[in-house]
């Protein structure tokens, strides 16, 4: 997600008994800086400090429909204004207060006391907020606001999600289970139900002529596709048509597929190399119609602008410090290690096409889920470093050191007896998941 999708409602306050001329000099500082990182601000430079110019912000902000509001204390004010605007505006609110130099005289602006007296009246009433304490350019402050606003746009987006979920989690399954309400309520996220029978009908129809293109393109890409059984790998490949067709159709923005048996037994084919190229394309895609693992994929993939995977964790070796990541053979191909050569394979289980075999390629992580392990909704959070290793099995794999250590990740997944899937991204996006958590309002576990 670039700044400039995000737009920021800017609104400065303060009282006419500081010193104004101080206040609105750091204003445009603090207004300067922020346009320069890119975002698309709303809101004059003017101080907003009566009843009147409150109201007037307010509609300014809503007719905007503003991802979030950056309220700058400019200068002391109580709380009331703070509380209308929060009260009045749909959006996450992050407090900012300037410092003051300490040279003997008048107290010229006492920001930070403004917003100590703002969050205690936002707390009171129930409204989540974050803050900043720190100069216009300082860069501590421009990264704590990127993670706000990239969370902020994140929220935003949420409520305009459709996911499909293609059949029913299997037996046993439960944590695949999906909460249509509690998703609806908390993140936004609605989910529509297909069925599988007529899915595969349509899969059986895809035009030969796109399923032709896809082979003569994976040929070019993957080792041993000449090997795969022809039916069934156009049969992977007609459902690739099938599902990119459902989320053009449906308006859908990631999809959670029964994938066996099925796929198998019914359409006589892998469902994973079609979620592969699905997540390689941005429309996340999970396994055993795991919902809340597409629905984690599609904010990893916003933060990091790059495709998610979701992937089981197989192994832990506590001496070594590191864990196997890995699935049959449905993460995206641009997560392979650009030394190795991706290959075309068969499932493990149910020998049949089309799979995607590699190892994933090095680099820092950052580990997430979506958790209902608890009965109430939380948001995982780790982080680690895939390591350069041979494939630990067929399908796709990866070994990664956890940051906390392997011991306390095992123990973590264990003792709260987490979902059996994790999703990941390259690159370090703690930040913003944790800045996404606190404006859903979701408690935070770190992994």
Request: aromatic share 6%.
């Amino acid at each position: 997600m670039n700044p400039s999708d995000i737009r920021i409602g800017f609104a400065p306050i303060a009282r006419p008994t500081f010193d104004l001329d101080l206040a609105r000099e750091l204003t445009a500082q603090v207004y300067a800086a922020v346009s320069a990182e890119g975002y698309t601000l709303t809101g004059s430079q003017d101080l907003v400090m009566d009843d009147a110019a409150v109201d007037a912000r307010i509609a300014e902000l809503t007719a905007a429909d503003v991802d979030m509001v950056l309220l700058l204390q400019a200068s002391f004010a109580d709380s009331t204004m703070a509380l209308k605007l929060a009260q009045a505006l749909d959006a996450p609110l992050l407090l900012w207060a300037l410092p003051e130099a300490q040279v003997g005289g008048r107290l010229r602006i006492n920001s930070f006391c403004g917003i100590n007296l703002a969050g205690h009246g936002l707390r009171r009433a129930g409204i989540n907020y974050d803050y900043i304490y720190a100069e216009p350019e300082d860069r501590a402050a421009s990264r704590r606001l990127r993670e706000f606003a990239m969370a902020a746009g994140i929220r935003r987006r949420l409520r305009e999600t459709r996911i499909g979920r293609l059949g029913e989690h299997p037996a046993g399954f439960d944590t695949c289970r999906v909460n249509h309400e509690a998703l609806k309520a908390q993140l936004g996220v609605e989910v529509a139900q297909f069925e599988l029978t007529p899915f595969f009908a349509r899969a059986r129809q895809a035009a030969p002529a796109k399923v032709g293109a896809l082979a003569a393109d994976l040929r070019e890409r993957l080792d041993g596709f000449d090997n795969m059984e022809p039916e069934a790998a156009n049969g992977t490949l007609g459902a690739y048509v099938a599902l990119d067709e459902l989320a053009r159709r449906e308006s859908l923005s990631g999809l959670a597929v029964r994938c066996w048996p099925e796929f198998f037994t019914d359409l006589g084919c892998s469902a994973c190399g079609a979620m592969s190229l699905l997540s390689d394309e941005f429309t996340p895609s999970s396994c055993e119609a795991d919902v809340n693992g597409t629905i984690t994929q599609l904010i990893l993939q916003w933060v990091s602008g790059m495709p998610a995977f979701g992937s089981d964790i197989v192994a832990i070796d506590v001496a070594a410090d590191e864990a196997t990541l890995w699935h049959c053979g449905l993460a995206p191909l641009s997560m392979c290690d650009p030394e190795v050569r991706p290959q075309a394979t068969i499932h493990s289980n149910r020998a049949k096409p089309l799979l995607l075999q590699f190892p994933l390629k090095p680099g820092r992580v950052t580990i997430a889920r979506l958790s209902e392990a608890s009965g109430e909704f939380r948001l995982v959070i780790g982080s680690g470093e895939m390591l350069k290793a041979p494939p630990a099995f067929t399908g796709t794999s990866g070994r990664i050191r956890f940051d906390s250590g392997a011991a306390t990740a095992m123990d973590t997944i264990m003792r709260e007896g987490l979902e059996h899937h994790l999703s990941l991204a390259y690159g370090d996006h703690q930040g913003e998941l944790e800045a996404l958590a606190r404006q859903l309002g979701l408690p935070v576990l770190r992994l």
